[in-house]
């Protein structure tokens, strides 16, 4: 099962850190409290191993703030706002009241009507000639502190709590998380903007709503990155909210909320929306746990391969090994016999030498020349005459050229014991006569084999 698949391994293993990454690494997991040195590791790596960036991150996380360190998604994900299932709500304004209030509103709506076309005459004029600045987008983090930081101003610090990161983080934290995302489009020229900060949005049932269900971007549609999101959106007017999830694999639009609305109904609305869409964010979790299940059993499937693999590798080591050291054992051996069969041609060639280079034998009549009986190991008896002029090296090449005669020997002599100085050495290189050795004309030697020794 595991060899099926062995064309699905191709991860590379992980590069050695460096002594002062694997310090950084510590300190990170100190710091932060993290339990899994993976995630440790890949937290720095995505920082650049700056440790200081990589524990504010952290920090942030903890803390429900998204990452302003990553730089955004290079190709940020796409929402689908075509739904033809998305619920929208438009709070419409309160009709006059009163006669009163119907000739106010009569006598004004001439005047706004000419207002709101000159207007929107001068900004259609004013495209052709300067294009409009919030087309750029060159700081989206900038953008949103930004605007974080006029609202506070504002409205002061009792609001839900801004992601304060770009549009793109928002929605792929969102998407990783499965998360609901209310996204808020400030409009700062709108009449009823002021009213709806003020006592919806930064009311405290919506404050405590918002903050425990979903997460919340919002920008000014004055700032580039505003502007660029509601041009994705198409709103009508202001106030303006969008609820995005993931559906159907697709970050979805799923409800708008128009209109300066009251804190209870907008809590009711989201709710709405929110129960209206459960079971598609319950599918999404199950899918993916799904995918988590199968990737940890594949993952599970790989290290049992790779335990496998290395266990093969292993067996194939030793029985190579094995083999190795049969083979050198095998050529040593025969090694061993060819400088053993060396040893004894050359042993053989020096014994012919030397027994070609002896003297010849004395007649048995010549008054110099002395018998000698040598008693060799194997109890074997050799006798040959030699001269009392000669010396004891000649004794010693004749026992040499003997095929019974072992390899190495020395020569005693049997009353008194003694051995004999056949060999030169440092003391006397010039080895004594048989004269000289004391031996007289009828000599018993014996021969002790100095091989095993």
Same mark, same amino acid.
């Given at each position: ?8 391994m ?81 709070v ?23 207002y709101c ?24 983090v ?10 506070q ?22 998407k ?5 995302l ?34 919340f ?16 959106l ?34 009711n609305?989201?709710?709405?929306i ?28 790989? /290290?049992?391969?790779?335990? #496998?693999?290395? !266990?093969?590798?292993?067996?194939? $080591?030793?029985?190579? %090994? +094995?083999? &190795?050291? =049969?083979?050198?054992?095998? /050529?040593?051996?025969?090694q #061993?016999?060819? !400088?053993?069969?060396?040893?004894? $041609?050359?042993?053989? %060639? +020096?014994? &012919?030498? =030397? ?44 026992l ?25 050495t ?19 030697l ?8």
């Amino acid at each position: 099962m595991f060899r099926a698949r062995r064309g699905k391994m191709a991860a590379p293993e992980e590069q050695e850190l460096s002594q002062a990454q694997t310090e950084k690494l510590l300190q990170f997991q100190d710091l932060t409290g993290l339990e899994s040195m993976e995630q440790c590791r890949r937290t720095l790596e995505q920082h650049n191993w700056n440790i200081e960036a990589a524990v504010q991150d952290r920090l942030n996380e903890q803390e429900g703030v998204p990452s302003v360190f990553n730089p955004p998604p290079a190709r940020p994900l796409q929402v689908n706002t075509t739904d033809h299932r998305v619920y929208s709500y438009i709070v419409s304004r309160p009709h006059p009241r009163g006669l009163l209030g119907w000739s106010y509103y009569l006598m004004m709506l001439p005047i706004r009507f000419t207002y709101c076309t000159l207007l929107d005459a001068f900004r259609f004029a004013l495209r052709f000639i300067r294009p409009d600045p919030r087309g750029r987008v060159t700081d989206p983090v900038g953008d949103v502190m930004s605007f974080i930081h006029s609202f506070q101003e504002k409205y002061g610090r009792s609001h839900p709590v801004f992601y304060q990161g770009t549009y793109s983080q928002a929605l792929n934290d969102a998407k990783r998380e499965l998360r609901y995302l209310l996204v808020y489009l400030h409009g700062d020229d709108h009449q009823d903007t002021d009213e709806f900060c003020r006592t919806t949005l930064c009311s405290e049932e919506v404050l405590t709503f918002i903050n425990t269900r979903m997460l919340f971007w919002a920008c000014s549609t004055s700032k580039p990155e505003g502007y660029r999101v509601s041009q994705a959106l198409r709103e009508n007017t202001h106030p303006f909210l969008a609820m995005i999830m993931l559906k159907d694999r697709k970050m979805t639009v799923v409800g708008r909320l128009e209109g300066l609305i009251q804190p209870e109904d907008l809590v009711n609305q989201l709710t709405f929306i929110m129960e209206a869409n459960q079971t598609y964010l319950m599918s999404e979790r199950l899918e993916r746990e799904e995918r988590n299940q199968t990737q940890v059993l594949r993952q599970q499937q790989d /290290e049992a391969y790779l335990v #496998s693999l290395r !266990a093969d590798q292993e067996k194939d $080591r030793k029985k190579r %090994e +094995e083999q &190795e050291q =049969k083979r050198q054992e095998e /050529e040593k051996a025969r090694q #061993s016999i060819l !400088a053993e069969e060396r040893r004894r $041609r050359t042993l053989e %060639e +020096e014994k &012919e030498r =030397k027994s070609e280079c002896l003297p010849p034998e004395p007649p048995l009549d010549d008054p110099d020349s002395v018998k000698i009986v040598f008693k060799l190991p194997n109890d074997t008896r050799v006798e040959r005459r030699f001269l009392f002029s000669q010396s004891l090296t000649v004794i010693h090449d004749f026992l040499f050229s003997l095929k019974e005669t072992p390899e190495k020997f020395q020569i005693l002599t049997n009353f008194p014991r003694r051995v004999l100085p056949c060999l030169p050495t440092e003391e006397r290189p010039n080895p004594p006569t048989l004269m000289e050795a004391g031996l007289s004309r009828s000599e018993v030697l014996f021969v002790q084999d100095l091989t095993d020794d």
